[in-house]
């Protein structure tokens, strides 16, 4: 519980008579939050918030983040706890429906999952209609926002059971529609999932096996992959979640809002990280080019960023990063790969800039993308399939924010404000008239 002030904080506005009092919004864990909804219309202003750092746009019960202490909570479950005992389709219910499930219930949703596992045959022709060289992600976003020319018993979000059938065929076809995507960029037959494998195991054996041969499903890198599976499942309010709600608050369909939530975390800045982590080892080549680049990416005018470091929200460390390095260590451990050349450029890199004052000064640590590339290759998972899966993890969490917000009272359709620093009204002159 936090010990900060109940009450308001005036603000006034200098060199008039004018002030508002805006309420303080009390948080169950966290700062305070001013409640500035009065502003315009009592002072006349807007705030100023570029990238919205300082701007609370929904109260959500889902997930918290202290990026001073290093914590992660889902529903209140610190995110360690999650990965050591639980699994992805237990946190999924967590995620959904705020509190761990009995025993009947995990069954239940198990079951509500599983049965929702295959699409519509008619959407694989839409695979056909893309290159073959096309990034995954690309096919990603068209097939999951063409889920809504399928299933139109789901679309009205105002239907209670249409919304959570929605959400189970979401998190049901979207690992389906991610392998078939792969399957086809490397020209193999797309394989049907299998309701007898774990989530974790079924999306191995779709983007693994082959009708030509059996395919056993290595019980050790389905546990790394569950559990890089419960680290991306939610993270609160962060760009493509914000993407889900802001496309969600104008009443669009879910297929089309998580469409939107899978375009936005395509971005290096954000899911595409992992992907842009291996590339820039790769480009390093070698550990004696390391302090070079180092001296690159504290240069502003060079432009480089070190990827998987830095977070918009953790100023200490990421705590998901943290689980992540050990996973890396126990696949590598279980591959029998004893000198991953990767592994000790980013484990060199991670030392390196832990002890220059450039990040030290800026808070910059390694954020969860900067070993689960390492793993997701060992794995032998392509670097284009990186942030799908990414994708695969984040769409329960996605589904989870988007529920809340439809069934949050106070909700309405998102629109920010500018500051508009534009030409002022002025007349059209013909082009014969203008200089
Ligand atoms: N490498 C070098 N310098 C960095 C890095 C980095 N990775 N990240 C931030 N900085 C520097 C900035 O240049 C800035 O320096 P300045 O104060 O001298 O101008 C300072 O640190 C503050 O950075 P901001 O850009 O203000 O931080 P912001 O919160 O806006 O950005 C972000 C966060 C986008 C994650 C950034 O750190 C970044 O681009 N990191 C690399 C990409 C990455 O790993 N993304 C994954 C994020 S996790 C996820 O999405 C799952």
Partial sequence: MNDMPNGSVTITLEGTNKSIRAPLVQATVGPPVADIRKLYSDLGIFTFDPGFGMTAACESKITYIDGDQGILLYRGYPIEQLAESSDFIEVSYLLLHGELPTAAQLEEFKKGVTMHTMVHEQIRRFYDGFRRDAHPMAVLCGVVGALSAFYHDTLDITDERQREIAAFRLIAKVPTLAAMAYKYSIGQPFVYPRNDLSYAENFLYMLNAVPAEEYKVNPILAKAMDRILVLHADHEQNASTSTVRLAGSTGANPYACIAAGIAALWGPAHGGANEAVLKMLGEIGKPENIPAFI??????????????????????????????????????????????????????????????????????????????????????????????????????????????????????????????TGATSRDYREVAARG
């Fill in 295 to 420: 001296s690159q990416v504290k240069d502003k005018n060079a432009h480089t960023k070190l990827m998987g470091f830095g977070h918009r929200v953790y100023k200490n460390f990421d705590p998901r990063a943290k689980i992540m390095k050990e996973t890396c260590h126990e696949v590598l451990a279980e591959l029998g790969i004893k000198d991953e050349p990767l592994l000790d450029m980013a484990m060199e890199m991670e030392r390196i800039a832990l002890s220059d004052d450039y990040f030290i000064s800026r808070k910059l640590y390694p954020n969860v993308d900067f070993y689960s590339g390492i793993i997701l290759k060992a794995m032998g998972i392509p670097t284009s399939m990186f942030t799908v899966l990414f994708a695969v993890a984040r769409t329960v969490g996605w589904v989870s924010q988007w529920k809340e917000m439809i069934e949050d009272p106070s909700q309405r359709i998102g629109r920010p404000r500018q500051v508009y």
